[in-house]
């Protein structure tokens, strides 16, 4: 079956504008995750979401970072005002539930000029 | 303290050498799962193997295999006979059951074959 999938797979942006990530979760996953992935660097938890409950933001680096899930599937994480620090990949995963495998899709690279 | 320490930051061997990646990990949870994930350089995490705390029982898929060991906390990776296309970011991961069920990462063993 489909994988996670993300798009785009490359966003290149001035600083200072609003950027939007998508993530198409494994249908019938009801957990979904974001994370960044600085250059070399380790996987940084941004907000998961977990059926109908209320996410949890509490990786979120600042107020500049939001999320939403609409319908228990596609999840939006949005970016405003972006700064150059905010370059990095951002990897989308799911799962069947949070204490299971999680299945990553292929990220997003975001270029902030 | 790390959680999930993944104390070889980078690993280089020649191929078909056999190459073994450490993960020690801390919890005091009596239940909690243990995975593996491959980084080749394309960049999408691959999931290898999840290991509940109950199951000490060593695993081998073909060439890998993985020894748990609750006694020294240790969860390591073993590629037997390695190839160039092993060559990746390998993480190690721990979600404890009863905290709050987010993974928590090593931050990773960059694994270089050696032509």
């Known amino acids: 079956g489909a994988g996670v999938s993300q798009s785009p797979s490359n966003k290149v942006t001035e600083k200072g504008k609003d950027v939007e990530l998508r993530c198409d979760p494994i249908s019938g996953h009801t957990a979904l995750y974001w994370y960044r992935q600085s250059l070399g660097q380790g996987l940084e938890f941004l907000i998961y979401?977990?059926?109908?409950?209320?996410?949890?933001k509490s990786g979120l680096p600042s107020d500049r970072f939001s999320a939403e899930r609409t319908g228990g599937s596609v999840s939006t994480l949005t970016i405003q005002r972006t700064q150059q620090e905010d370059s990095a990949v951002y990897l989308c995963?799911?799962?069947?539930?949070?204490?299971?495998?999680?299945?990553f899709g292929p990220g997003t690279r975001l270029l902030v000029l | 303290a790390q959680k999930v320490t993944q104390a070889q930051t980078e690993i280089s061997v020649v191929e078909k050498e056999d190459v073994t990646l450490d993960c020690v990990y801390e919890?005091?949870?009596?239940?909690?799962?243990l995975f593996w994930y491959k980084q080749p350089p394309s960049g999408e995490l691959v999931f290898l193997i999840r290991r509940n705390s109950f199951d000490e029982q060593n695993e081998i898929s073909g060439r890998y295999s993985w020894n748990f060991q609750k006694s020294t906390s240790s969860f390591n990776f073993t590629i037997t006979a390695s190839q160039v296309v092993d060559s990746a970011v390998y993480f190690c991961a721990l979600i404890e059951v009863n905290r709050d069920d987010k993974i928590i990462f090593g931050k990773g063993t960059r694994l270089h074959i050696l032509p």
């Open positions: 995963a799911s799962s069947t539930g949070t204490q299971e495998t999680q299945y």
């Open positions: 979401f977990q059926g109908n409950s209320a996410p949890d």
């Open positions: 919890t005091r949870d009596t239940t909690y799962y």
